[in-house]
């Protein structure tokens, strides 16, 4: 059979490819304040070139105001449908979704002159992501991620005559990962 036809066949019968992988990412909050931390990632081709994204993620910052220090812990997952592209050795990926999560937020004074306070809450919004796959047909190869977004529900924390932290609005993020397929 021609070569065109083998391919073929082989789509029709080949199971669909799933890749799982974990990242480690910095995500970087509209109060440019960063976070760092990890998680899994998981792309499944839904046909051709499109795919499904999921992952779970989680982040973690001690952020220095001058009225004291803020625990930052943010727990997020995230959907996406996406199109590959590139060639065998580079394999970039464009996906859009969304991507919602908790946050928490826990203020620790710096002396008796301040007070502490927690503050705590969902957030979620859209998400734009561009990943590249190095060597993608290999059974492991690395990752690179790059996305942006925004918190359209988020939440802040107020901080008396310093920087708010804001899990609101525009956010952005890199992850560095390996993967299997």
Known sequence: ??????????????RRPIEVGVVADAHLLSSRDLA???GARSAIGIGGRFFLRIDALAHH???ARDAGTIALTLASVSGAVGVSFG?????????????????????IAASVASTG?????????????VDLSAWPRARVHPLLSLAAGAHVLGVKGTVNGGNDVTATGFWGAFS???AVR
Do not use: C, D, T
């Open 1 to 14: 059979a021609p070569v065109a036809a083998r391919e073929a066949a082989r789509g029709v019968v080949a």
């Open 87 to 107: 060639a065998a050795w580079l394999q970039p990926k464009v996906s859009l979704g969304v991507r919602g999560g908790y946050a928490w937020m826990n203020g």
């Open 117 to 129: 306070h927690s503050e705590n809450g969902a957030w979620f919004g859209p998400e734009l992501a």
């Open 176 to 178: 560095l990962g390996i």
């Open 36 to 38: 760092l931390g990890g």
């Open 61 to 63: 910052a001690e952020l």
